[in-house]
């Protein structure tokens, strides 16, 4: 007898979503496999924010269907805020309640609908914010902080709900450029933690040096998927080349095709480093 295998974290399947007559997925098909980093890359208007937004039912599929760790969140039948639950999700926007210091932030979810007590939902706060390194902005309101600051804690409050996959989309494209490399610091130690990520960006060498799979999106449906270096080195698509040759230059898109040549990774900033950006 064959053990069953789990299913993967995320199963997306012939998936379409229009908003009146516009059809912005036109039958999207992939899976993200449990600790697997996928990177969703494309024009702008493609639906990748669209295709995340359908993950956690944020939009409502027009047609296809969806499981997340095996549940299937279509199903009408479904508790969505169950799932949700399991499900972080990071947006380009923070969206910290700037009436709460960063602790509170952290712990207003976990206690209204995890039901944790003061204490254990403190604990899991601080020790995510400590993951984020902003151990030192507890007592902090959200106005004190710089940008980047105010994106890993946000990431840090999704974190002490303690969820199975993270969502992220765009979480840099509002920052100021100097903050950026703080929040995709933070975004590689969760990949390298082992975390399932389903990320839509912008941040080509993220994607080269963090994602497992690298899916490239053009008018609603998937052009390509596969290895970082395949689509992004070796693209099969001229749709994929077209784009790449406008969001990288000539000397970049023939490095990522060559592993002996690929450049090395910047060295990640320190992650307290952004203190001077304190208000
Ligand atoms: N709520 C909505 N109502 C109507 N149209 C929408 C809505 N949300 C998105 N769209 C349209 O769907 C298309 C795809 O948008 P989406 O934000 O998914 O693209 P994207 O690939 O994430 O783009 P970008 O990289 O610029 O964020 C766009 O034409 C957008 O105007």
Same mark, same amino acid.
């Given at each position: 007898m064959t053990t069953p295998q789990p299913r993967p974290a995320v199963e997306i399947r012939d998936l379409h979503k229009s908003f009146g007559p516009l059809e912005v997925l036109k039958g999207i098909d992939f899976e993200v496999d449990h600790g697997e980093v996928v990177c969703v890359i494309g024009p702008s208007?493609?639906?990748?924010?669209? +295709?995340?937004?359908?993950?956690?039912?944020?939009? /409502?599929?027009?047609?296809?269907?969806?499981?997340?760790?095996?549940?299937?969140?279509?199903?009408?039948?479904? /508790?969505?805020?169950?799932?949700?639950?399991?499900?972080? *999700?990071? $947006?380009?926007?923070?969206?910290? $309640?700037?009436?709460?210091?960063?602790?509170?932030?952290?712990?207003?979810?976990?206690?209204?609908?995890?039901?944790?007590?003061?204490? /254990?939902?403190?604990?899991?706060?601080?020790?995510?914010?400590?993951?984020?390194?902003?151990?030192?902005?507890?007592?902090? $309101?959200?106005?004190? +902080?710089?940008?980047?600051?105010?994106?890993?804690?946000?990431?840090?409050?999704?974190?002490? *709900?303690?969820?199975? +996959? *993270?969502? $992220?989309? /765009?979480?840099?494209?509002?920052?100021?450029?100097?903050?950026?490399?703080?929040?995709?610091t933070v975004m590689r130690k969760l990949a390298e933690d082992g975390m399932t990520m389903l990320v839509v960006t912008h941040e080509m060498a993220f994607a080269r040096d963090v994602a497992d799979r690298v899916v490239f999106m053009d008018g609603g449906v998937v052009v390509e998927q596969g290895p970082p270096r395949e689509v992004l080195g070796a693209p099969q698509h001229e749709r994929t080349r077209s784009f790449l040759s406008r969001v990288l230059d000539p000397t970049h898109v023939a490095q990522l095709g060559q592993p002996d040549q690929a450049p090395e990774p910047p060295e990640p900033p320190h992650l307290p480093a952004d203190d001077r950006h304190n208000l």
């Open positions: 208007g493609s639906g990748k924010s669209t +295709l995340l937004r359908c993950v956690n039912l944020l939009e /409502e599929p027009t047609a296809g269907k969806i499981w997340v760790n095996g549940v299937e969140v279509t199903d009408p039948d479904v /508790e969505i805020d169950t799932v949700r639950r399991g499900i972080g *999700m990071v $947006f380009q926007s923070f969206n910290l $309640f700037p009436h709460l210091t960063v602790l509170d932030n952290l712990t207003i979810a976990q206690r209204r609908v995890l039901r944790r007590g003061r204490g /254990e939902a403190e604990r899991i706060a601080r020790d995510n914010l400590e993951r984020v390194g902003l151990t030192d902005k507890a007592a902090a $309101f959200p106005a004190q +902080l710089s940008g980047g600051q105010q994106q890993r804690a946000a990431i840090a409050r999704s974190l002490s *709900m303690e969820p199975k +996959l *993270m969502l $992220f989309d /765009e979480p840099t494209s509002a920052l100021d450029p100097e903050l950026v490399g703080d929040v995709l």
